[in-house]
């Protein structure tokens, strides 16, 4: 199983053509994508998550393996619509209306497509109609917000609103996150959950979706 | 003392009679006058009222050009997007540099070319004409790595740092140029101190910092010297890791995000001037007034005698007057380094009143 190991290390060092090399490698010996996804990807991704808490990797780092593992997630991605098979939860996200920043919103949502889930991106100035329908459409588990500023906060609240007035709230947890964003605004707009960081994230996505 | 005259002190390291007071105010200067912030930032004339008033309510020691990231690169050609009431910002998938053969092709643009470098640089004439000696005038530039994420994408930028550093450093040689450039406009238009502002570097760690980044802000902060510039660093996030390094730029003072322990900056930086860092959302504006001055004397006791009081960042829109007042109370009470309060309060200027209004 040396290619598991190889997609370990590529992802680890952030090494995007080792990575695919690797995918591709363990593909031809027949290892299945589940296997690739929760022996190799999901512990290197946590691994990186760990190092960038101990402020060992930064985010130039953390994006450099998020870059690999999604070279690695094209390979597998078409041989599990063929197979049937799919990732445990699914969760869109996105910077709130009015607020271009993202770059916090992509590092969660690589370390949450690295934590084996199964990630829709919606970008940033996303409207509150915009998650209204991709919690229609794609049918997700969780919702997450990002806002970095203090103006463009209350659109997570308009976001929450939006998601009661048109009957779908209680189809999704809905965590928030970003720098200006606290545990407590989290309740106060009635969101499900609030992260300091992407380690944290992913965990407590995990958490709250074995919680239900 | 003035407030000039104290933040000049201080910066010499001379003894002050009370420590100085220069929190960054932009949208809650804004609030202060009943503007839009989208008025604020394209209008010199509206920002310097704001600025002037602000100064004046809370007896702050500087009115400054600070607005908004967007000047240089939007008269540089990038897409800017603007808002009624909040700050300009870039949309990265329209980014300048989205292809980096466009860096050959740029221009340092004319900083009285009329754009809104040339607003800032009339922010800086008129806030120099209105306040005279009273209180130091501030000019503003981008600092290497917050230009270059402007220009560039902040996402493409962290993975440039790695796969083709070359052109970072051609990038940020581009951008110190530039920025010196605005600089002396600001200082000719009679700016004595210069706010750089890098909200970008922390993101990088202390390895590219200290092979890239330490580079570009020391070439900028010896330009700004041969200026006669006096310099004031404010790098955004959690720069702990990186604070030794930031002690070697030569900044005349270090203004610390909250993430930053006071007390590890003063260990790190022990004759550096220290300005900050109260949280700005949990302490500032959503906190009570007993932890304003709680955390304002925290920061007194951890950073030494070299210490200015300000935010952790920008002072944040809906702040409670009060909390201002407070720290502002602060101010007039304490020396620096003197962790007993003054017994007569130093200076003139308005009656503080502590009264939650």
Known sequence: ?212 | MTGRERVLAMMDHRSVDRIPFMPITMMFAADQIGVKYGKYVTDHQVLVEAQIRTAERFDIDQVSCISDPAREAGDLGAEVRFFEDQPPAFDESDALLRDKKALVELRIPDPLGGGRMTDRVKAAALLKEKVAGDRIVEGWIEGPCAQAANLRGINRLMLDFIDDPVFVRDLFDFVVAMELSFAQAQKDAGVELMGVGDAALSLAGPAIFNQMIMPAHKKLVEGMKAMGLRTRSHMCGNTRRILKGRGELGYDIEDMDSMVPLADAHAQMPNHVILGNIATVDVMRNGTTQDVVNAVTKCHQDAGELYIIGAGCEVPRDTPEAHMLALLEFARSHRPGDLQPLQVHPGSGPAVSMQNP
Not at chain 1, 79 to 97: C, D, E, N, W
Not at chain 1, 138 to 161: D, F, G, H, K, N
Not at chain 1, 162 to 175: E, F, I, P, Q
Request: glycine share 10%; proline share 4%; charged share 25%.
């Open chain 1, 1 to 212: 199983m040396s290619n598991l190991t190889d997609l370990y290390d590529a992802i680890l060092m952030g090494d995007t053509k080792k990575a695919h090399s690797a995918t591709q490698a363990a593909i031809e010996e027949g290892v299945g994508p589940m296997d690739l996804i929760s022996g190799s990807m999901v512990p290197a991704m946590d691994e990186v998550g760990r190092l960038f808490e101990a402020e060992e990797y930064f985010v130039p780092e953390l994006l450099l393996a998020g870059r690999a593992m999604k070279s690695a997630m094209e390979l597998l991605r078409p041989l599990m619509v063929s197979s049937g098979q799919k990732l445990g939860t699914r969760v869109v996200i996105g910077t709130v209306k009015g607020d271009l920043h993202d770059i916090g919103k992509n590092i969660v949502a690589s370390m949450l497509e690295g934590g084996g889930l199964e990630v829709i991106d919606l970008g940033a100035d996303v409207a509150p109609e915009r998650f209204v329908s991709a919690v229609k459409e794609r049918e997700p588990q969780v919702v997450c917000m990002s806002a970095l500023l203090t103006v463009t906060m209350p659109a997570m609240r308009t976001t929450i609103e939006a998601l009661k007035s048109a009957g779908v709230r209680d189809r999704v947890k809905v965590l928030i996150g970003g720098a200006p964003v606290t545990s407590q605004y989290a309740i106060e707009i009635g969101a499900d959950g609030y992260s300091e960081n992407a380690s944290g994230a992913v965990g407590l996505v995990k958490r709250l979706i074995s919680e239900e």
